[in-house]
């Protein structure tokens, strides 16, 4: 039995008429009622009541017809898997990151992948959290990894680092000596913070709403990078991943402070979309993102 036989009678279950069928399906009306007959005939039943106008679908037609579109949409499917499976067998994995994570966590995953697959190229992109569930989802990226990831039926998400949270000042800042600080000191202190869109500053503020902490704002930025720089000059202080201020701490232009209250992380995850088909070396990224 062929999946286009099957589409012809949907379409005259459907359609109704012998006539509207044949001229969708570019076939004569004869045609149309031979196929009919011959699903009749495999199954030993009536599926189509031939008296009636309009036509009218026996039980055992209404029956086969739900079981058609079931059949139909699964080989749909498959072809559309099929095709994603093409595509993903190229020699390459794409990927997009917010920047925080692109710039300071990633690196040296990439690296570890290069030496396992060293003739898949990897490209890696830098998006807002927005835009990346966007790509992920119509197909466009294989891999995103953002902050606080949402969970989404349509998506698998699975964890990938806790990054402590810590308060970030100049070197001139009268905070700068100490190693560990109350966060409830953060009250009292020009405060640097994210966009009120971007996920680490809601994940933040519900961190010193649960502190009764009111913050005196200072400036607001949408990425880690630009509040980095306002602290160097000693604009204010702020709460920042640590992996993305280690260069700077090293390097002496900001200087980092752990919360002597508990240890805050922010969540990160990795976020892929459930239907597509991962290449081989897609998936391997996966594992070794999660592993690591």
Same mark, same amino acid.
């Given at each position: 039995?062929?999946?286009?036989?099957?589409?012809?009678?949907?379409?005259?279950?459907?359609?109704?008429?012998?006539?509207?069928?044949?001229?969708?399906?570019?076939?004569?009306?004869s045609?149309v009622?031979?196929?009919?007959?011959q699903?009749?005939?495999?199954?030993?039943?009536?599926?189509?009541?031939?008296?009636?106008r309009?036509l009218?679908?026996?039980?055992?037609?209404?029956?086969?017809?739900?079981?058609?579109k079931?059949?139909i949409?699964?080989?749909?499917?498959?072809?559309?898997?099929?095709?994603?499976?093409?595509?993903?067998?190229?020699?390459?994995?794409?990927?997009?990151?917010?920047?925080?994570?692109?710039?300071?966590?990633?690196?040296?995953?990439?690296?570890?992948?290069?030496?396992?697959?060293?003739?898949?190229?990897?490209?890696?992109?830098f998006?807002?959290s927005?835009?990346?569930?966007?790509?992920?989802? !119509?197909? &466009? /990226?294989?891999? =995103?990894?953002?902050? +606080? @990831?949402?969970?989404?039926?349509?998506? #698998? $998400?699975?964890?990938?680092?806790?990054?402590?949270?810590?308060?970030?000042?100049?070197?001139?800042?009268?905070?700068?000596?100490?190693?560990?600080?109350?966060?409830?000191?953060v009250?009292?202190e020009?405060?640097?913070?994210?966009?009120?869109?971007?996920?680490?500053?809601?994940?933040?503020?519900d961190?010193?709403h649960?502190?009764?902490?009111?913050?005196?704002?200072?400036?607001?930025?949408?990425?880690?990078e630009?509040?980095k720089? !306002?602290? &160097? /000059?000693?604009? =204010?202080?702020?709460? +920042? @991943?640590?992996?993305?201020i280690?260069? #700077? $701490?090293v390097?002496?232009?900001?200087?980092?402070?752990?919360?002597?209250?508990?240890?805050?992380?922010?969540?990160?995850?990795?976020?892929?979309?459930?239907?597509?088909?991962?290449s081989?070396?897609?998936?391997?990224?996966?594992?070794?993102?999660?592993?690591r």
């Open positions: 039995m062929h999946i286009e036989t099957l589409k012809i009678f949907c379409d005259l279950a459907q359609l109704r008429s012998f006539s509207k069928t044949a001229e969708k399906n570019l076939l004569s009306q045609a009622s031979q196929q009919l007959a699903l009749e005939l495999a199954h030993k039943t009536q599926l189509l009541d031939r008296r009636k309009p009218e679908l026996t039980s055992a037609g209404e029956l086969f017809f739900s079981t058609c079931d059949i949409e699964r080989y749909e499917k498959f072809q559309n898997q099929l095709h994603e499976l093409e595509k993903s067998s190229k020699n390459s994995v794409t990927i997009a990151a917010i920047f925080s994570i692109g710039m300071h966590a990633l690196p040296d995953y990439v690296k570890e992948f290069m030496v396992n697959f060293p003739d898949v190229n990897v490209h890696i992109e998006f807002s927005d835009k990346i569930y966007e790509l992920v989802l !119509a197909g &466009e /990226i294989d891999i =995103g990894l953002v902050a +606080l @990831p949402k969970r989404d039926k349509r998506l #698998e $998400v699975y964890d990938f680092q806790d990054e402590p949270l810590v308060l970030v000042c100049s070197p001139k800042h009268p905070l700068a000596n100490e190693r560990e600080i109350d966060i409830h000191k009250q009292f020009r405060f640097i913070s994210f966009d009120k869109n971007v996920p680490t500053r809601i994940w933040i503020d961190i010193l649960r502190y009764n902490i009111t913050i005196r704002p200072a400036m607001e930025f949408d990425n880690t630009t509040i720089r !306002a602290v &160097e /000059i000693n604009s =204010g202080v702020s709460i +920042l @991943p640590q992996t993305t280690m260069q #700077e $701490v390097g002496g232009t900001l200087k980092s402070l752990t919360f002597s209250n508990e240890h805050f992380v922010r969540p990160t995850g990795i976020i892929v979309r459930k239907d597509k088909i991962q081989q070396a897609s998936k391997y990224f996966i594992e070794l993102l999660q592993d």
